[in-house]
């Protein structure tokens, strides 16, 4: 399938990247699901410690990064459709295993059934994110390359949001019923891949991931430093305003959120219109000066205030960093660019968690944003070094 021409009109590129938008919401909400009820399985089901609960969390999103590499390079050499419905029976059986967690006689036994469950749904959230981006952006175009990483960074946060009370609804019935509902999205998101056109792999030069990855990395570490902001707030943004004894210690967060959603509504065509090393540098500003806010705030309106431009800022630095690592490496590579690029995201949010901890302990809660500000501030001056780059690359390619 050929690429698009950039001119084509919004609408029909909306329609376009509408069922990939479909296809990863009802794969993350496989995600999604389990995040509130694993905790509440695991420790007050099988009586296993919090560390036991962290490790049975976290061995999901440790097998996604991982598996990155091996994402991308199947969607370049077999096409993002094989990508995504290979995902899907990954995501399926991943259901199913952990079904079986919750029939096996031990808790022994039933946590290692569910931590097995939680490996191989790292697998199918690798491939079916990474063959779904790539997917839509063929459909659409390379010159849309950074509405779709909107769209679809929507589709996913969505995912997780609604996945999170859906599925502590589902376990008021037991966590069998939550594995039976995240084995039976896999079955949607399977008939949708199968009705859309596949988009063949590109021909050319296809580089080693490695190689992929060194191209790539000003871009991706820009944006893990961004995530470090939102990583902040995430974690510390109710605990700071109920340990100043500020009333409403949701509103931080709802505000944030609210931000970064109707920023992604509004203007999220600014990465592709604009570049996305602008866009990116006045995004990063703003959620530095947000982070500023939420350090120095001597009340929570000034809080709240820090916690929409927060949002703000980080809304578009996923697109405006994504388009430009995209045209670091020939098409043929674009999988695993791509697998490359949100490998940096996972690590971002991975480290995240940790260092503010770590701040927040020692130094007291309001100095986790001083750390997301100088974050930002260091991304912004990445982003200065990877334009200069980029410019000698065009420089030497037209000589």
């Keep these: ?24 919401f009802l794969g993350y909400l496989t995600v999604g699901l389990p995040l509130a009820t694993i905790p509440l399985y695991v420790h007050g089901t099988l009586g296993f410690s919090d ?34 419905l290979l995902g899907t029976a990954a995501t399926l059986l991943a259901g199913l295993v952990s079904l079986m967690a ?13 931590l097995a469950g939680r490996m191989i749904l790292g697998l199918g959230e690798s491939l079916v994110m990474t063959g779904g981006l790539a997917w839509a952006i063929g459909a659409v175009g390379a010159p849309h390359t950074g509405k779709v990483m909107v769209w ?3 589709a996913m946060y969505a995912a ?11 376990m008021s019935e037991g966590f069998g019923l939550v594995a039976l509902v995240a084995a039976a999205l896999a079955i949607p998101v399977a008939a949708l891949a199968m009705v859309l056109a596949p ?7 296809r580089l080693p991931f490695l190689k992929v990855a060194l191209r790539i990395a000003p871009f991706g570490s820009g944006l893990a430093l961004a995530t470090i ?24 967060l709802g505000s944030f959120g609210a931000a970064y959603i109707i920023t992604r509504l509004l ?30 705030a001597p009340s929570p309106l000034v809080a709240i205030g820090g916690a929409v431009l927060t949002g703000v800022g980080f809304s578009l630095v996923f697109p405006s960093f994504g388009i430009e690592a995209v045209k670091q490496v020939p098409p043929a590579s674009r999988g695993s660019a791509l697998g490359a690029y949100v490998a940096f995201f996972d690590i971002g949010v991975g480290v995240s968690g940790p260092v503010t901890g770590l701040i927040a302990g020692t130094f007291g809660y309001p100095s986790v944003f001083a750390v997301g500000a100088l974050a930002a501030g260091a991304a912004i001056c990445l982003t200065r070094q990877s334009w200069i780059l980029t410019k000698e690359a065009v420089a030497s390619a037209k000589t």
């Design 51 to 84: 560390l036991t609960v962290g490790i049975a969390v976290a061995a999901q999103s440790v097998v996604t990064l991982l598996t990155r590499p091996f994402a991308g390079g199947l969607c370049d050499r077999a096409g993002p459709k094989r990508c995504v």
């Design 160 to 170: 997780i949001a609604a996945g999170a009370p859906l599925g502590l609804r589902l």
């Design 102 to 114: 919750a029939s096996v006689a031990g808790p022994q036994a039933s946590l290692g059934v569910l």
């Design 1 to 24: 399938m050929t690429s698009l021409p950039s001119e084509t009109r919004p609408r029909s590129v909306a329609l376009r990247i509408a069922p990939f938008v479909v296809m990863i």
């Design 267 to 296: 203007f999220g065509h600014w990465p592709d219109r604009f570049g996305g090393i602008r866009v990116a540098t006045w995004s990063l500003a703003i959620e530095c000066a947000g982070q500023a806010l939420l350090w120095l």
């Design 199 to 205: 988009v063949a792999p590109a021909g050319g030069e």
């Design 152 to 154: 679809v960074g929507i």
């Design 229 to 252: 902001g939102f990583g902040a707030i995430a974690a510390f943004a109710a605990i700071d305003f109920q340990n100043k004894g500020w009333s409403g210690p949701g509103l931080a």
